[in-house]
């Protein structure tokens, strides 16, 4: 039988190593869990979200997904923000997106990919919704930066707009919803100019990030 052996050695190893350089590391993380952010991003490997902004577990509450979409009839993306705003009581939730994102680049492929076409249809919204920005599509690394980005800036306002935060927003709760980026190329973040502390800035900040997408856009 094949239990991955390999995987339990590096656990114990980690473990171990964990345990020989900081004594009090899991009985502290083990007594309770107090992020004060939520990171909404994408399921690949290769964006690893505590690695990323170099917080230990405990720190930074997780939900990941193929593209980082936030769909309003998304269960479990919307109890996950829930628990975290509510009852963790998070500052501030993270949508992060990431350059060279297979999930949109196979959401505008003419390509049938099966059922997940139907979760990527969020995508193409996107791009219907923007297409005077992007352009007719070429595939072009520079769409496909600008889709990645513009991804991103619409599910962070998809997060503004669900009951979690309008209730949490008209309670006084201080939680700040951003727009992220990430660069495979070179390990960096880049904000995408979209930071909403309050239902009354969804509109502006939109439109503020989206006019950084079309100055790029532009050249």
């Known amino acids: 039988m094949n239990t991955l052996a390999p995987l339990f050695d590096k656990n114990r190893e980690w473990s171990n190593r964990i345990n020989a350089e900081t004594p009090e590391f899991f009985p502290t993380l083990s007594a309770q869990q107090a992020p ?45 923000l829930q628990y975290a705003v509510q009852v963790l009581k998070v500052k501030h939730v993270m949508v992060v997106g990431h350059y060279g994102c297979g999930g949109v680049k196979a959401a505008l492929d003419t390509r049938p990919n099966g059922l997940i076409d139907n979760w990527l249809g969020h995508i193409r919204d996107v791009y219907y919704k923007h297409r005077h920005l992007v352009g007719e599509w070429q595939a072009t690394d520079e769409q496909f930066a600008r889709m990645c ?43 995408l100019n979209f930071c ?15 006019e950084r997408v079309e100055r790029l856009a532009k050249g």
């Open 36 to 80: 004060e952010y939520l990171w909404i991003g994408c399921s690949d490997s290769r964006v690893p979200a505590n690695e990323i902004v170099d917080l230990l577990p405990g720190e930074l509450f997780v939900h990941r997904n193929v593209s980082n979409l936030v769909v309003h009839t998304d269960m479990n993306c919307l109890s996950v």
């Open 149 to 191: 980005e513009l991804n991103v800036i619409e599910q962070a306002e998809n997060v503004c707009n669900t009951t979690v935060m309008r209730e949490a927003w008209a309670r006084g709760q201080d939680v700040t919803v951003h727009g992220w980026i990430y660069g495979l190329h070179d390990g960096l973040l880049t904000d």
């Open 196 to 210: 909403v502390s309050s239902m009354d800035q969804v509109d502006s900040e939109h439109r503020r990030a989206i």
